[in-house]
């Protein structure tokens, strides 16, 4: 019967929508994309003594955040150009994972009413079809085609409301992460490479002292 195809297409839209609504919800819990852990170490950050303790914990705490620093860390010798070019492809890449299984809520929002509205049409045309037969007093054809109709456009409006709240939702939550994330990798990058430029001058310092020294002694 065309009436279970309706509604047993609704049916399994909610499930995937159920399921994606989930997956989505842990994915994007905020501890998991910018850890705690990497937002201390990252404050704790004062002097380039600091880069592998704060490695240390980027590496122990898998997330979003942590392989953006990875990525910073990995560049940091070299300049500051190219590790801002990396850390901008790999940033595109991170948010691109976050937005991963958000077009399936997309897609849901538009089809679920879509196959709610078919389903009504359809039941419509059964309801006309018996009228017919609603002369000779059977009930039955017309009853069919009014119920298929109303539980088609509830189902499809069903599904079709939370889908658009979670995906609305979704996606400014991955937003304001990726902000987030920016800010933070922002910042350290200029503090790390200001503390690498304070320790390359430090080690200068001494070379600098040792020539002034041999240049003002005084020749035998």
Not at 52 to 57: I, S, T, W, Y
Not at 107 to 117: D, F, Q, S, T
Not at 158 to 183: D, F, G, H, Q, R
Not at 191 to 216: D, F, T, V, W
Request: aromatic residues 6%; neutral net charge.
């Amino acid at each position: 019967m065309l009436d279970d195809v309706f509604i047993g297409s609704l049916v399994v839209t909610s499930i995937v929508a159920v399921a994606f609504i989930i997956e989505r919800g842990l994915a994007l819990r905020w501890r998991k994309v910018v850890p705690p852990e990497v937002e201390y170490a990252v404050d704790a950050f004062a002097s380039t003594a600091d880069l592998k303790r704060l490695q240390a914990v980027c590496e122990s705490n898998p997330s979003a955040l942590s392989r953006l620093l990875l990525v910073i860390l990995t560049h940091l010798g070299s300049p500051r150009a190219e590790t801002i070019s990396a850390l901008e492809t790999k940033a595109r890449h991170e948010v691109a994972r976050l937005d991963k299984w958000l077009v399936v809520l997309e897609i849901i929002v538009g089809i679920a009413p879509l196959l709610g509205l078919t389903g009504t049409v359809y039941g419509l045309i059964t309801l006309f079809g018996g009228l017919s037969k609603n002369a000779l007093g059977d009930y039955s054809q017309l009853a069919r085609g009014i119920g298929l109709a109303l539980n088609a456009t509830l189902l499809g409006l069903i599904i079709a409301i939370p889908s658009l709240i979670a995906w609305s939702y979704y996606s400014k939550k991955v937003e304001t992460l990726a902000v987030e994330m920016e800010s933070i990798c922002d910042e350290f990058l200029r503090r790390a490479y200001r503390k690498s430029a304070e320790a390359r001058l430090e080690a200068e310092k001494p070379a600098g002292r040792i020539a002034e020294a041999k240049h003002a002694s005084p020749r035998i």
